[in-house]
């Protein structure tokens, strides 16, 4: 690839659809991300009206690119499991309704006769963080991200382990091992896994961060349900480096603001369960913030051509 180049990534979540220009000045340079704009996705309102708004705002940053000659392609992280093989939509939950079979790579290729690459929302967080983030030169990696849900990624010999459908790294629904929830790892560790379990226990119905402040202050529930969370992911994180054997784990998204709490159970059951040679792996924070996955679709796009 022949420097300075620039591809268009774009992160589509259930909220909104945030586009920028990645833009390469040299070899061994980190990228910088410009011209970032974003739009509501208005999930509800099907899944062809949000391919149609993905397509508005990738022209949209495209007619602002000062250099459009060197314009190598399209990436985009995308909610929703997708296919390895076409970049469609093989899968999407309520949040996105109508999106499932979306053919996303098919469409913008169309609008726009460049090459496309699509990869699952959390991956592509997962792929900056290892190029150019908490993790950059690591070649094995677990990367998770408990927020509202569960989502991970995997970086193996330095690209994204995206397995034989392109589903890879859905740490979600590994089982858990405290007996709570509905045996998923993601109903005791995510965000509204905690809030579920507060409310089991509790009968009251509170959002993550009024929980957390609950536990500071205190409340012997709300101290449990985030401890639970952490443990939940300390265990299933020694299993995966039994694995993998990782040079590294990263940890992203809000349940990481629930502070000491969280990642003190964390780092105990991890070290409880894992074998003495990996007990001292380090976990670390992401450090891209919001522009992870943009980073990572401009990244996998980049591996894409090189395939």
């Not at 950059?136 to 998770?144: D, E, L, N, P, S």
Request: glycine share 16%; with cysteine.
């Amino acid at each position: 690839m022949e420097y300075p180049f620039s591809v268009i990534a774009v992160d589509v979540g259930g909220t909104k659809i945030a586009c920028a220009a990645v833009r390469y000045e040299s070899a061994g340079e980190p990228p910088v991300v410009e011209g970032k704009r974003s739009v509501a996705t208005c999930a509800q309102e099907g899944g062809e009206a949000v391919l149609e708004r993905i397509v508005g705002i990738v022209a949209d940053v495209r007619a602002s690119l000062a250099d459009q000659a060197h314009l190598v392609g399209i990436g985009v992280g995308t909610a929703g499991r997708v296919d390895a093989r076409d970049g469609s939509i093989a899968y999407a939950n309520e949040i996105m309704p109508g999106w499932t079979g979306r053919p996303v790579a098919e469409r913008l290729k169309a609008a726009f006769g460049l090459p496309v690459a699509v990869l699952g929302d959390v991956q592509s967080h997962a792929l900056g963080e290892a190029r150019w983030g908490a993790a950059r030169g690591a070649q094995t990696c677990i990367v998770m991200a408990p927020g509202t849900g569960l989502g991970g990624g995997i970086i193996a010999g330095g690209r994204i382990l995206r397995g034989a459908h392109g589903f890879a790294g859905e740490i979600g629904a590994t089982p858990n091992t405290l007996h709570a929830g509905d045996g998923n790892l993601e109903s005791v560790a995510a965000g509204s896994g905690i809030e579920a379990r507060y409310e089991a226990a509790t009968g009251t119905h509170l959002g993550g961060a009024e929980i957390s402040a609950r536990a500071y202050e205190g409340d012997p529930a709300a101290r449990e349900a985030i401890e639970n969370a952490g443990r939940a992911l300390g265990i299933a994180l020694a299993g995966w480096a039994n694995m993998l054997d990782p040079e590294m784990a990263v940890v992203s998204g809000s349940v990481v603001k629930a502070g000491p709490i969280w990642r003190d159970a964390l780092h105990a059951a991890y070290v409880e369960h894992a074998p003495g040679v990996l007990a001292e792996l380090p976990v670390l924070d992401a450090s891209l913030g919001d522009a992870a996955p943009l980073v990572g679709a401009a990244e996998n796009l980049l591996d894409s051509l090189e395939g």
